[in-house]
């Protein structure tokens, strides 16, 4: 049964900083495109990031480029997300997400595997 299970959200106060983590089992990721997702109260949830299987290639929504910086460990199956400058609008619940075909982010593509999300909240 593949799990993944993301950590690291809380309360923060605007400017502060985050590291989410999310940790996958069940099967190796490894070569698996992975990403961040975040659903904000009232909204629909939109993509932040993504990371492929070795890292080398990231992408990023404008609204987090330059703060928000993911990476990946698959010695550890993990994922991360490293948030800085954080904003009250980027409050959300934070999902994690991988990808059971395809190396590297495809923006039409669906994720196959989700986690059950990591609350974020940024006060001003």
């Known amino acids: 049964q593949v799990q993944l299970v993301e950590s690291g959200g809380g309360l923060v106060q605007a400017g502060g900083s985050l590291r989410l983590s999310c940790a996958a089992s069940?099967?190796?990721?490894?070569?698996?495109?992975m990403g961040w997702f975040r659903q904000a109260p009232g909204k629909e949830r939109e993509f932040v990031t993504a990371i492929s299987w070795s890292g080398s290639n990231t992408y990023y929504a404008d609204s987090v480029k330059g703060r928000f910086t993911i990476s990946r460990d698959n010695a550890k199956n993990t994922v991360y997300l490293q948030m800085n400058s954080l904003k009250p609008e980027d409050t959300a619940v934070y999902y994690c997400a991988a990808s059971r075909r395809y190396s590297d982010y495809r923006p039409n593509y669906e994720f196959d595997y989700w986690g059950q999300g990591t609350q974020v909240t940024v006060s001003s």
């Open positions: 069940g099967r190796t990721f490894s070569h698996n495109a």
